[in-house]
T-cell receptor, first 116, second 110 residues
């Protein structure tokens, strides 16, 4: 399967715990995006990387959130001291950008986080 | 005001019906426009891009009106398998980040 993969698919945690999610993009894609989707809403942009550089962060991304893409391949999203309001589906997407043109973003299956 | 606004529905239509979804966007600098489909508890998947000239893909027709900042999707001869949430999406800025509407839920019934 050469699509975007995310792990874990589901995570249940207690309030105050830290969680980390992983995204493996399509192998030749240089851009990687994180989005968050809550019930009844469309996905909301959190942050994105071009290769290993994190180029933009949404104001939705509080100080408790950190994302990395250390080698320009897979990415991790960590949430520290989770709160019930963090419960959501966390979606990763990747795309290929060349010579100023960005191709379609392909989404992974998401990680569903439940904070008790 | 939300950047992308859609009627959340649900739209309940019988098989074979024609149904239209509309969407408005607020950022006149938006560059590209799409409809994504999302099945329950699944990831969004690109249905089609939207162009000013209008474009068609089988039973699906999409239209963009830049002057009115309005996007539409028409589904003809609805199938049960068309039941899903349809997300109106705009792409903005050098980051090419996607801004999604809340989605319009479609339920096609026998």
């Amino acid at each position: 399967d050469t699509g975007v993969s995310q792990n874990p698919r589901h995570k249940i945690t207690k309030r105050g715990q830290n969680v980390t999610f992983r995204c493996d993009p399509i192998s030749e894609h240089n851009r990687l995006y994180w989005y968050r989707q809550t019930l009844g809403q469309g996905p909301e942009f959190l942050t994105y990387f071009q290769n290993e550089a994190q180029l933009e962060k949404s104001r939705l991304l509080s100080d408790r959130f950190s994302a990395e893409r250390p080698k320009g391949s897979f990415s991790t999203l960590e949430i520290q001291r989770t709160e019930q309001g963090d419960s959501a589906m966390y979606l990763c997407a990747s795309s290929l950008t060349q010579q100023g043109f960005t191709d379609t973003q392909y989404f992974g299956p998401g990680t569903r986080l439940t904070v008790l | 005001r939300k950047e992308v606004e859609q009627d959340p529905g649900p739209f309940n239509v019988p098989e074979g019906a024609t149904v239209a979804f509309n969407c408005t966007y607020s950022n006149s600098a938006s560059q590209s426009f799409f409809w994504y489909r999302q099945d329950c508890r699944k990831e969004p998947k690109l249905l089609m891009s939207v162009y000013s000239s209008g474009n068609e893909d089988g039973r699906f027709t999409a239209q963009l009106n830049r002057a009115s900042q309005y996007i539409s999707l028409l589904i003809r001869d609805s199938k049960l398998s068309d039941s899903a949430t349809y997300l109106c999406v705009v792409l903005t800025g050098t980051a090419s980040k996607l801004t999604f509407g809340t989605g319009t839920r479609l339920q096609v019934t026998l």
